[in-house]
């Protein structure tokens, strides 16, 4: 089968794309830069820029009150889908690291949204069990541990209220899921793409958007 658009994303059309989306406003732009500045090896993990008006638009689309996201880091995705939300609304934020998600709690109180975020540091699972078991999870964004996938899915797909929306980052994880001997993050994304598509309770597209989108609806 052949693809049906053969564009290459170059550099030159990579800056047409951000110029036509919503523009990061000061603070989300600050914490882009501050993030590449101080971690400058780890500055990967952070959602890609496109991303951030995109989880915006998901959350006004689907009028998300309740959010979780598992894998905070400095806090750029979840500051996106915070300012997004009606101002009573509530995003749980999950993340092992103090250190990272310090640079987040700046960014959330410079943006006014502090009061809308809880994060909990802790491992996501642990945070996940704790939660209600009834559906009341409008939206969940899960950029975390890849070998991981597969039980974060199985704890937030009971969780999640119908129509609702879980929207999984990194499901190309740069091209390796096309490896036959894929080992450890890039296995793992293998695995939840399977398990993912198979699973009746939920519609999914998987959409080749920067390292890789997967949106997927609760029936």
């Not at 501050?34 to 689309?61: C, H, I, N, W």
């Not at 690291?97 to 960014?107: F, L, N, P, V």
């Not at 070998?147 to 390796?176: C, K, M």
Request: net charge negative; proline share 5%; with cysteine.
């Amino acid at each position: 089968m052949t693809k049906g658009n053969s564009t290459k994303i170059t550099d030159e059309l990579y800056q047409y794309v951000l110029a036509h989306n919503p523009p990061l406003d000061e603070v989300q732009r600050g914490l882009v830069e501050t993030t590449y500045k101080v971690f400058p090896d780890s500055a990967g993990m952070q959602s890609a820029q496109e991303q951030g008006p995109l989880l915006a638009f998901l959350v006004r689309l689907t009028g998300a009150r309740h959010i979780v996201e598992l894998g905070t880091f400095t806090g750029f995705s979840s500051l996106s889908m915070a300012q997004a939300m009606p101002a009573d609304g509530r995003l749980i934020a999950c993340d092992v690291s103090e250190e990272w998600t310090a640079y987040a709690r700046e960014a959330w109180a410079k943006a006014g949204v502090a009061d809308r975020i809880d994060l909990r540091i802790a491992p996501a699972l642990e945070t996940l069990r704790a939660m209600p078991a009834e559906p009341h999870i409008d939206l969940a964004y899960m950029d975390a541990d890849k070998q991981s996938q597969i039980a974060y899915w199985e704890e937030l797909v009971p969780r999640l209220r119908q129509g609702a929306l879980l929207v999984t980052d990194n499901t190309l994880f740069h091209g390796s899921v096309l490896d036959p001997a894929a080992t450890g993050g890039a296995a793992g994304v293998q695995a939840y793409n399977d398990h993912v598509v198979a699973d009746p309770r939920m519609e999914s597209v998987l959409l080749a958007i920067s390292d890789g989108i997967t949106l997927s609806r609760k029936r």
